[in-house]
């Protein structure tokens, strides 16, 4: 089967990426350099390479490879940045982020997802990410401000600690909306710290639960 074949389902995946709009060959070699069924469970290995998300445990999802990759695009990244994400999952996107820039710092709030993404990015060679446990809406001042900042959970407003914590020049991506659908915004702030947005997609994300997120 086609799909069992991770070289052939890289290819075909980052056919439909292409199909899709994606353009920037940076975030593309990634999706070509990143094993997505290494990120799934065992009996999921051959839908890994399809374009959807799937289930990776505690209630929570593996995004949409077309998401991870427009997400990772808009964030415009660039080599010597710092990237804050807020929830690390299967460390999918984490790994995406990883390939090409400086340092990823990373919360999940599921203590079991968060260690086993870590163990398994570890085993990958990753060594430019920071894992932590804990709510990712109030962000991670120790290490701040953030070149880019990406939010993979459904916000219901923007997190004003999030924000503040964007470094001028900086770029945010986030999904934020009711908890069946969202859009997908892109903020930007200007070298004197003056912020604009923009809406990229309309998408569906888990919600993001916490102090500046949803009640649990
Ligand atoms: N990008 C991930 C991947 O590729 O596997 C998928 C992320 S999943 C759609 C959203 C994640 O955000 C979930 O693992 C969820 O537990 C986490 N999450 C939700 N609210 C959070 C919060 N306040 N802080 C940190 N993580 C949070």
Redesign the pocket.
Known sequence: MEHLNPAIGRRRLIRILREKGITDEQVLDAFDKVDRHL?VDGAMYAQAYDDNALP?G?G????QPYV?ALMTELLQIKKDEKILE????????TAILGRFTRRVYT????RE?SDTARKRLREMGYANIVFKV????IGWPQHGPFDKIIV??GAPVLPLTLTDQLADGGRMVIPMGDKDRQDLVVYEKDARGVLTQFTAAQVV??????NQ?WQD
């Open positions: 990120f990776i505690s929570q999802t593996i995004s991870v807020i929830g690390t999952g299967s460390g999918f996107q919360i999940e709030r599921h997802l804990g709510d990712g809406s993979t959970a994300f888990v919600p993001l639960i916490g997120g």
